[in-house]
Antibody
Framework: QLHLQESGPGMVKPSETLPLTCTVS????????WTWIRQSPGKGLEWIGY???????NYNPSLESRVLISIDTSKNQFSLKLNSMTAADTAVYFC???????????WGQGTLVTVSS | QSALTQPASVSGSPGQSITISCTGT?????????VSWYQQHPDKAPKVIIY???NRPSGVSNRFSGSKSGNTASLTISGLQTEDEAHYYC????????????FGGGTKVTVL
């Protein structure tokens, strides 16, 4: 059974860059796509972007200028960097496996990131 | 790209059927059969219950069904059970030169 686990700081300061890593176990990262999705407190889901095993990416246009998603197949990990963080970026960040028809079938448990000085 | 439109809440009694709508445009839901539905219980990660408009992943109850007409997708829960009380999100995958994913705002299902 595939398992995904997010890791990173639980708090960042305004204007800083958020670095998150998703470690995939129980299967190989060398196929499918891998995605980040976030959920602000009490709000809905927002797609951030995804990366393929070759490293090609697609991002949410509203976040594209601040986002970088990368993949390290040797470590079975993929990562998110979101810069110029503001309070509006406070959210639970989920990583997930993304199938070509647009479905996220395996999810991490999510990690809460708070932006505060 | 705008978020997909869902009703904020839907309720029903145990055993009843309810339907949640998800409205997009002819550029997203209307253009592709890549609509998924997710169920999310409090403090849990979302779980996919429908993909490609009407397909159920293995292990998902057949009480959940999906359909699409034009720019609107629908999720029907039949034989409503207390454990169905959760938030439900629709999602559309828009293919093309710059693919992207849209989510609906979510619907809270309450079992009365």
């Amino acid at each position: 059974q595939l398992h995904l686990q997010e890791s990173g700081p639980g708090m960042v300061k305004p204007s800083e860059t958020l670095p998150l890593t998703c470690t995939v176990s129980g299967g190989s990262i060398r196929s499918y796509y891998w995605t980040w999705i976030r959920q602000s407190p009490g709000k809905g889901l927002e797609w951030i972007g995804y990366v393929s095993t070759s490293g090609s990416t697609n991002y949410n246009p509203s976040l594209e200028s601040r986002v970088l998603i990368s993949i390290d197949t040797s470590k079975n990990q993929f990562s998110l960097k979101l810069n110029s963080m503001t309070a509006a970026d406070t959210a639970v960040y989920f990583c997930a496996r993304f199938i070509g028809s647009g479905l996220a079938d395996f999810w991490g448990q999510g990690t809460l990131v708070t932006v505060s000085s | 790209q705008s978020a997909l439109t869902q009703p904020a809440s839907v309720s029903g009694s145990p055993g009843q059927s309810i339907t949640i709508s998800c409205t997009g445009t002819n550029s997203d839901i209307g253009a592709y059969n890549y609509v998924s539905w997710y169920q999310q219980h409090p403090d849990k990660a979302p779980k996919v219950i429908i993909y490609d408009v009407s397909n159920r992943p293995s292990g998902v109850s057949n009480r959940f069904s999906g359909s699409k007409s034009g720019n609107t997708a629908s999720l029907t829960i039949s034989g409503l059970q207390t454990e169905d009380e959760a938030h439900y999100y629709c999602s559309a995958y828009v293919r093309g030169s710059s693919p992207y994913v849209l989510f609906g705002g979510g619907t809270k299902v309450t079992v009365l």
